[in-house]
């Protein structure tokens, strides 16, 4: 027994022993707190059962019968639809499943069922497509009614099993939980105590409260990670001494000299920004969100000359070597007639001439240095660093941001994301920051044509274009979801690796052209070659994986085949299409795609549709969550417990309002705020590298 009652093992909720303490060790929950904090991953809803006779459309409602008929049907194309009759005391109801065949074995005649959901009228019958299923007597005997709650299980872990032991968990343990929010605050945002919160959403006795439960602990973990944010946004504002980098009307003309174009409204307004942020005295942690060629590079340019003018070094980092070195090209090019001493650090380098390099940026010699960001963190002493901008980093996380800070002097950070992130996603992942968006492109900019493909004989008209196009002179990406075959589960995957596809290309259907591999499991020389060759025009067609995602930048491809497009986020194929829009041609992007499933047509037609990529993003980020849209699975990343940041997009705004106004206020460092400040920092410190007294 520990002090803290919620510390204990789960074993002392009752009827649970060692044998089902180990089926929820399965589950990761350990304590009693973990318990508690498994929250019902949804509820049903039963509280409006009807008879079929007074069903209406449009509601949530509950039919109950018992089931008399099962049959399957296949349709075309190897779809199927599944069907099962409910007899509701001699008035009938249906409910049907399309493409999943699995519902024939699970209903059996005779069985008991609720099925819930939004019924429609189709041939005289009332139809439940893909309802909820609750079956009476093998699920739950007391749950016919009321709101049901479904938790994740793990084998040898029934439903009701699992709801019995969250009724004792509740009764026995929720009085002990501890609430951390003043009651004043509480009240001013109509929030339960954290026990009644716990009692509702484990016990609730209609939808109210349940949401009302939810809402109580979902706010929690979204309060105290907003809180987390903005301390450590206060820290910055006052630890940091940063140099002042004032600019001026010629160092402004100057800079816009390099660049044979006028800067768009939204690369005006970015520059604005940061040369305030830059001669304010405080560090800038600002982020510059733009679509792919919005022309970030231009921004970028102008902070570090900036910094360059008035006396300080700057460095720029790369997520990947590739993309170190095309930076350097590109600023190399805008700097040639420039003074500004300029290196390229990257793991290419020989061990003489890295050493040389180091030296140089010790010394202050070197005035702008790219490379890679690991290359940069370790071992590399600068003179008197002004600005570091770091680009893709949401490729990184929310921790390495810190890296920076602190010391007597921080440089000004401007972190860069291609990636257009959805809102409830930035004031996570980039909650501290200030955030700068670029919301329009260069002018003249084409719209790539994008068509989604299906069936062999749309595969052959678009090779058939491709050739012409690359017979005219122009060049094509392949992309291919998979590297190797060997890795491959089935005839499908094998047929779209990327290893296959160039090896069918070469002698099928592009045998006349030049065609060549880049792969994320190639060692680094033979990447970099790959990409050379394909952008000095010696190859003409590149298969690669998604290497080729970010960055970089081949004005002559303006073609782009990207097999089992389905496999693919949204942001992730924009990103990709990103690639061919560079140059003067017209881009064409061919979508394959012969999935059917309702979820990968929506998607790869969404890609037709738009070529907005905040749109996009804002799709994808409902469609498959955030880790698709940061390009990254960490979900290390997103150190919350319980909310979800799809779902729970309004309450995550409310939280941040409510937390930035605590800290900035002062309210948060008085006494009644202590219990959760300690919660707080127990909770992120380590993570977000916070400082010990907040
Ligand atoms: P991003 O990094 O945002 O994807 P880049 O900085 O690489 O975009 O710019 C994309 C292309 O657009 C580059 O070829 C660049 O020279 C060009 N470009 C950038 N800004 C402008 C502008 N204001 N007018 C015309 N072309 C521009
Ligand atoms: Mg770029």
Known sequence: MTDDPLQNSVQFVQGVGPQRAELLERLELRTVDDLLCHLPRDVLDLTDVRPPSKLEEGLVQTVKGTVVDVDGRRLSGGRSVSAVLLDCDGEYARGSWFNQTWVQQKFQHGQHVLFSGKPKRKSGRWEFSHPRVQWLETDDGEAHAGIITRYGLTEGLKMYQMRRLMRHTVEQFAEFVPDQLPAAFREQHQLLTRPDAFRQVHLPADMDEYRAGRRRLIYDDLLEFQLALAIRRRAWKRQDVAPVLKTSVKIDARIRRLFPFEFTAGQDQAVRAIADDLASGQAMHRLLQADVGAGKTVVAVYAMLVAIAAGYQVALMAPTEVLAVQHWETIDAALAHSRVKRVLLTGQLTAAARKQTLADIKSGEAQLVIGTQAVIQKDVEFQRLGVVVIDEQHKFGVAQRSRFSGGESSPHVLVMTATPIPRSLCLTQFGDLDITAIRDLPPGRQRVVTSRITGQAGRNRAWKFVREQVQAGRQAFVVCPRVVADEAESADELAASAETVHQQLSTGELKEFRVDLVHGQMDRDRKLAAMEKFRDGETQVLVAT?????????????????????????????????????????????????????????????????????????????????GDVLGTRQHGDMPLRVADLIRDNDVLEEARKAAFELVESGQFDQPDFAPLKIQVLERFRQLMDLPQSG
């Open 546 to 626: 998604t290497v080729v995602e970010v960055g970089v930048d081949v004005p002559n491809a303006t073609l782009m085949v990207i097999y089992q497009a389905e496999r693919f986020g949204l942001s992730q194929l924009h990103q990709l299409r990103g690639r061919i829009t560079r140059g003067r041609f017209q881009g064409y992007c061919f979508l394959f795609s012969d999935s059917d499933a309702p979820d990968a047509v929506k998607r790869v037609s969404a890609m037709e549709e738009t070529a907005d990529g905040f749109k996009i993003a804002e799709a994808d980020f409902e469609l498959r969550g955030p």
